[in-house]
């Protein structure tokens, strides 16, 4: 009954949505250094992306962590011209492409040189709705962002944005403060993966519908 409520209310005034305004960009310092402490503090946090036409914005509800030696992470086998985003000072961006269709928006979480980092794998939308469903091609709120490829897309993100750094102030691709504190966090076993797939290194907002996967995995 509270996610129809929601999504009603969203729908009759997108600018109600909480996290319109008051939304304070990061700084390198305000982030932690450490993979899995990035993936849980980035729950709740914003994902902006400043277009001509207006800003896109939604509040991060789910993550994924990569930590260092990390067998289902990019960076196990060390540097490689792919992945070399990875190992840069936590705060910059890593995109990649995946399954032969979509980007991937990562966040590098370690000191340079170290490999890790952390998956965005959905927002509950908050501004530019109109805007990322006609990128998208839906008309439900819930398929806007819901998903690591979903959101990419929605906020145009892709392989231009790999190495950015998220904290500059210049940056039209940038994580802010949140509009709202978090609700209870929850953790579970990654999705998608073949690798050390039983460790539970996915955070998400419990009980948010924005967040990706089945019911279950949503509790």
């Not at 196990?76 to 961006?93: E, I, K, W």
Request: glycine content about 12%; aromatic content about 6%.
């Amino acid at each position: 009954m509270a996610t129809r409520a929601f999504l009603s209310r969203a729908k009759r005034n997108p600018k109600s949505m909480p996290g319109r305004h008051r939304i304070r960009r990061l700084r390198r310092g305000d982030l932690p250094v450490g993979t899995i402490e990035l993936a849980r503090y980035l729950i709740g946090k914003t994902l902006l992306r400043e277009l001509p036409q207006g800003r896109l914005s939604g509040r991060i509800v789910e993550t994924e962590a990569y930590p260092v030696g990390d067998p289902a992470g990019h960076a196990f086998r060390g540097l490689t011209p792919a992945n070399q985003s990875l190992f840069l000072l936590h705060g910059h961006a890593y995109v990649h492409f995946t399954y032969g269709s979509c980007w991937l928006m990562n966040v590098t979480s370690e000191l340079p040189g170290v490999g890790g980092g952390v998956l965005i794998r959905a927002l509950e939308p908050l501004e530019g709705i109109e805007q990322m469903k006609r990128r998208r091609g839906v008309h439900r709120l819930l398929d806007i962002a819901r998903g690591p490829g979903r959101l990419a897309e929605a906020l145009r993100i892709d392989e231009s944005f790999d190495g950015l750094d998220l904290c500059d102030r210049k940056s039209s691709l940038w994580i802010g403060t949140a509009p709202k504190p978090a609700g209870p966090i929850g953790t579970s076993a990654r999705i998608g993966i073949s690798r050390a797939v039983r460790r539970k290194l996915r955070f998400y907002e419990r009980g948010n519908p924005f967040v990706s996967g089945t019911l279950r995995q949503r509790e």
